[in-house]
């Protein structure tokens, strides 16, 4: 699948997406530079799967050589960005057409889909077999897994057939610290799997939010997000029912001892806001008017809480992560009275 | 008839040019690093098995 060869002189930043020559009108060029490869990876979902990931590997139980570690982490980031780069191949026809990502490398034809998918064949293999060298089969077996996942499962299955394609689609992004995990113990453990649900269950009111104040997007382009196959008042609604799972779901860590008192006082501060921008969201008319601003973040009046909710989310989850990082990472974890570990 | 028709090729521009060679250093620099993981992985596996005794 190829995206169309279209050029756009508009401004409006993408997912990372390098800046744009002022070359309106001329032809794109046949090669495409580091920088489009960079943003091909998606460098910006990468960012939270690395940080996601190392909590994983430095919340668990067993110490790995620094190395090794250091390795296993830039194996979980290839690996994401392969899966990037296959989604961005797959999907170059639909990005073409959504404000927010038609300029991206394979729509604007800086990079040919067909050099976007040898770029994230031979990066997923290269993450695959390093992870297995420095860590373990199970680590390198679940990588290979997420990166299937991500790219057959969700990409080219779910992503245009279901409104429900971002709640499973979901698992893809929440394998990173079961990943980190499993590189360090050679296993898959009950705190792991909390930390999966705690992702996975945060996807659903964070994508949605972004799906709400770019319903018009994802109409132009046919995908049948939520507010474009439900309504608007039905995802906002869903995106309520899924905090609560949410924030239960955060609570895990407490429960298992995972988490101690610095993971609390994150959860507890960082989650009563969490609720608050999702009942915000729900009171609002958010995603009434079908709009699409070009930039990520770019928002008309209406839709400002669902923006909020977007952007809040992502430093909700970086909190609770950077909370276990603390606590295991530098000694600080102090297991709250009362609960196990 | 002529024969002295030109071979059909694509030329490329010295923008296009720059930025294949850019690339292809790019890719050298990546497989230079890879290679060079690869051994220092394998040293580390190497000396933790040495250290714990682990054989075979």
Same mark, same amino acid.
């Given at each position: 699948m190829t995206g169309p060869a279209i050029r756009l002189g508009e401004g409006g930043a993408t997912d990372a997406a390098p800046p744009e020559p002022s070359l309106a009108g001329a032809a794109a060029p046949a090669v495409g530079g580091i920088g489009d490869y960079i943003a091909l990876m998606k *460098?910006?979902?990468?960012? =939270?799967?690395v940080f996601t990931g @190392? !909590? &994983? @590997?430095?919340?668990?139980?067993?110490?790995? %050589?620094?190395?090794?570690?250091a390795v296993a982490i830039l194996c979980i980031a290839i690996g994401a960005g392969a899966a990037g780069a296959f989604n961005m191949a797959y999907d170059g026809d639909i990005d073409a057409v959504m404000k927010r990502t038609r300029r991206r490398p394979v729509p604007t034809g800086r990079i040919p889909a067909s050099e976007a998918y040898a770029f994230a &064949?031979?990066?997923?293999?290269?993450?695959v077999l390093l992870m297995a060298l420095a860590a373990n089969y199970v680590a390198a077996g679940l990588l290979a897994f997420s990166i299937f996942f991500y790219c057959v499962i969700y990409t080219m299955w779910l992503k245009r057939s279901t409104p429900q394609n971002i709640v499973i689609g979901g698992a893809a992004g929440a394998f990173p610290p079961v990943i980190g995990w !499993?590189? !360090?113990? &050679?296993?898959?453990? @009950?705190?792991? +799997?909390? =930390?999966?649900?705690?992702?996975? =269950?945060?996807? *659903? *009111? %964070?994508?949605? !939010? +972004?799906?709400? /104040?770019?319903? &018009?997007? /994802?109409?132009a382009a046919g995908v049948p997000m939520m507010p474009v196959a439900r309504g608007a008042g039905s995802t906002r609604f869903q995106i309520l029912v899924y905090t609560g799972l949410y924030l239960a779901a955060t609570a895990g860590p407490l429960a298992t001892g995972l988490g101690g008192w610095i993971y609390a006082a994150a959860m507890v501060g960082g989650g009563a806001l969490f609720a608050l921008l999702a009942v915000r969201v729900y009171l609002s008319k958010a995603g009434e008017t079908a709009s699409a601003e070009d930039a990520l973040y770019a928002v008309r009046a209406g839709d400002k809480s669902a923006r909020d909710l977007f952007a809040y989310s992502i430093a909700h989850l970086a909190l609770l992560f950077a909370a276990l990082l603390a606590e295991h990472g530098a000694g600080a974890h102090v297991a709250l009275p009362g609960l196990a570990g | 008839m002529n024969d002295e028709r030109e071979p059909d090729t694509v030329r490329l521009t010295p923008e296009e040019e720059a930025a294949r060679k850019r690339r292809n250093l790019a890719i050298a620099l990546g497989l230079g690093a890879f290679i060079v993981l690869i051994f220092l992985v394998t040293m580390v596996r190497l000396t933790t098995s040495?250290?714990?005794?682990?054989?075979?």
């Amino acid at each position: 699948m190829t995206g169309p060869a279209i050029r756009l002189g508009e401004g409006g930043a993408t997912d990372a997406a390098p800046p744009e020559p002022s070359l309106a009108g001329a032809a794109a060029p046949a090669v495409g530079g580091i920088g489009d490869y960079i943003a091909l990876m998606k *460098p910006r979902v990468m960012a =939270l799967v690395v940080f996601t990931g @190392l !909590a &994983g @590997l430095v919340a668990a139980p067993v110490a790995m %050589h620094p190395l090794a570690a250091a390795v296993a982490i830039l194996c979980i980031a290839i690996g994401a960005g392969a899966a990037g780069a296959f989604n961005m191949a797959y999907d170059g026809d639909i990005d073409a057409v959504m404000k927010r990502t038609r300029r991206r490398p394979v729509p604007t034809g800086r990079i040919p889909a067909s050099e976007a998918y040898a770029f994230a &064949g031979v990066m997923s293999l290269a993450s695959v077999l390093l992870m297995a060298l420095a860590a373990n089969y199970v680590a390198a077996g679940l990588l290979a897994f997420s990166i299937f996942f991500y790219c057959v499962i969700y990409t080219m299955w779910l992503k245009r057939s279901t409104p429900q394609n971002i709640v499973i689609g979901g698992a893809a992004g929440a394998f990173p610290p079961v990943i980190g995990w !499993a590189a !360090a113990t &050679g296993s898959v453990s @009950l705190d792991a +799997l909390i =930390l999966f649900a705690i992702i996975f =269950l945060w996807t *659903p *009111p %964070h994508s949605w !939010a +972004l799906a709400l /104040y770019k319903s &018009g997007d /994802y109409a132009a382009a046919g995908v049948p997000m939520m507010p474009v196959a439900r309504g608007a008042g039905s995802t906002r609604f869903q995106i309520l029912v899924y905090t609560g799972l949410y924030l239960a779901a955060t609570a895990g860590p407490l429960a298992t001892g995972l988490g101690g008192w610095i993971y609390a006082a994150a959860m507890v501060g960082g989650g009563a806001l969490f609720a608050l921008l999702a009942v915000r969201v729900y009171l609002s008319k958010a995603g009434e008017t079908a709009s699409a601003e070009d930039a990520l973040y770019a928002v008309r009046a209406g839709d400002k809480s669902a923006r909020d909710l977007f952007a809040y989310s992502i430093a909700h989850l970086a909190l609770l992560f950077a909370a276990l990082l603390a606590e295991h990472g530098a000694g600080a974890h102090v297991a709250l009275p009362g609960l196990a570990g | 008839m002529n024969d002295e028709r030109e071979p059909d090729t694509v030329r490329l521009t010295p923008e296009e040019e720059a930025a294949r060679k850019r690339r292809n250093l790019a890719i050298a620099l990546g497989l230079g690093a890879f290679i060079v993981l690869i051994f220092l992985v394998t040293m580390v596996r190497l000396t933790t098995s040495w250290n714990t005794g682990v054989t075979g």
